[in-house]
């Protein structure tokens, strides 16, 4: 397990933390494979084999593009993402791309890029296979890759090597300041400690960067997302792929805004929320700068509840106590998402969509919690509450795109991570659920679920609502 929390929350792009940040930094890591050995510019052809959910949904979720900016060199925290689509179309037309911008090659889509729809590799729903080749034909290097959820990846070795594909790196409690397993754990070093989650965590995270830098990098985590929050918010027209979705986070935040109009003022900052849940995965749906927390598929809820917090419930505050209210909120959120990781997985592919907005409204509750003066229990019981009532969710995006139903459940998760937040920290204590039991209730729910309701786009509302 990485307890890093930069492993919960990348900078990335849009529209799928699986099956666009994922691909992109598998294929980054197939060429830099064949870089480390210095054959690369004795690369004659790549080909890319998608399986699985990454096959079925992967063009809505623009897995061909992401491959193919990939293949070119770019990052998906550094790529501009107005330049993707240009530079698709271009190699579309000439046929031919640089390879790490070092090499041009040949880049046919039909015989290069080929999605196995009917075939899943054995170790996990999002696998790819990656072949380089000689120019007489002969292998240059090959292996498999598998997106496992949130922008992580691990090779066809790692894959093997771990009794979880949740599990990035295995670590040991020697090298680990404060190790922990799950929930529990955390409590009980809490209180043995006086430590809050967000003390914990900040522990292990100093053990990647000093202070200043951590300080620094979550606080860029905060601009990512605050700055996807405003983009969505003036932005108006449609949503990219053919299902004519309308953009609605301006309109919608401009009738929150209007007190005494049509809206109680009652209902304002709930509607705030909504605005702003919705104003992110907007812009992840149209491949934007977001932040996968833990996932772009739920990339607005984590966003729209601090910013509820930050807009709403912080009273004449400095700039100094702003930032660290910012940063125990998303240190407390990361130590929850970890737990998720280790202990089931973020994966849509594996547990449908209990594992990307649940797990986002089980660590959006934890964070609001932290930050309005909740103790652990009562932080661990706000997350407990939030996932409680979002298992069994399905992943059933209508023609495979990140947008109906997926965007207005980010508004829904954002709300319930308030509401649980709020009746964790009006109850006395004792309550009977743990955290540890509904991650592990979520996880066996996951595998019980059939296929078609975990990114696949073979049913739920994929199959009912026509897509035009």
Not at 311 to 322: G, V
Not at 328 to 356: R, V
Request: proline share 3%; net charge negative.
């Amino acid at each position: 397990m990485n307890y890093s929390v930069f492993e919960v929350f990348r900078i990335g792009i849009g529209p799928s933390s699986s099956h666009t940040v994922g691909p992109m930094i598998a294929v980054n890591r197939f060429l830099l494979e064949i870089e480390k050995r210095g054959l690369i510019k004795q690369v004659s052809e790549v080909q890319i084999h998608l399986f699985g959910s990454l096959a079925l949904t992967g063009k809505g979720h623009g897995t061909d593009y992401a491959v193919i900016a990939g293949l070119v060199g770019a990052l998906p925290d550094q790529v501009d993402p107005a330049s993707i689509i240009p530079l698709v179309e271009s190699i579309k037309e000439t046929g031919r791309l640089m390879l790490m911008n070092t090499i041009e090659i040949p880049f046919d889509f039909n015989k290069h890029l080929v999605f196995h729809n009917h075939q899943s590799l054995p170790q996990h729903p999002n696998g790819m296979i990656l072949q380089a080749f000689y120019d007489d034909g002969d292998s240059l290097h090959r292996n498999s890759y598998f997106s496992i959820g949130g922008g992580a990846v691990l090779d066809e070795q790692e894959i093997l090597r771990t009794s979880k594909t949740s599990a990035i790196v295995k670590e040991t409690p020697a090298s680990t300041p404060f190790w922990f397993d799950n929930a529990a754990d955390l409590l009980r070093m809490g209180n043995e400690k006086n430590l809050s989650i967000a003390e914990i965590v900040w522990g292990n995270e100093l053990r990647y960067q000093n202070a200043q830098e951590t300080r620094s990098k979550l606080l860029r985590v905060w601009d990512v997302m605050n700055a996807s929050i405003e983009r969505g918010l003036v932005t108006e027209g449609m949503l990219p792929g053919g299902l004519k979705v309308k953009r609605r986070a301006h309109l919608l935040y401009k009738q929150a805004s209007t007190v005494g109009g049509k809206l109680s003022s009652d209902f304002q900052s709930m509607d705030m929320v909504s605005a702003f849940a919705i104003a992110v995965n907007e812009e992840n749906a149209c491949g934007g700068r977001v932040v996968t927390a833990p996932t772009n598929g739920s990339a607005g809820v984590i966003p729209a509840v601090l910013s509820y917090f930050t807009r709403f419930c912080q009273q004449q505050r400095t700039k100094t106590e702003i930032e660290d209210n910012i940063i125990k909120f998303l240190l407390t959120a990361a130590g929850i998402g970890m737990l998720y990781k280790k202990n089931a997985s973020i994966s849509a592919a594996e547990m449908g969509c209990q594992g990307e907005i649940g797990v986002s409204c089980s660590m959006a509750a934890a964070g609001l919690a932290a930050v309005l003066g909740a103790n652990n229990e009562q932080i661990e019981n706000a997350a407990e509450i939030a996932m409680e009532h979002n298992l069994g969710m399905s992943c059933d995006p209508i023609g495979g795109l990140v947008q109906i139903p997926c965007i207005e459940r980010n508004s829904m998760g954002a709300v319930k991570a308030i509401n649980a937040a709020r009746l964790a920290m009006m109850h006395e204590g004792g309550h009977i659920v743990s955290l540890d039991a509904v991650i592990e209730t979520m996880r066996q729910t996951g595998v019980d679920m059939q296929s078609k309701y975990k990114e696949t786009a073979l049913g739920g509302l994929a199959i009912n609502v026509v897509a035009c």
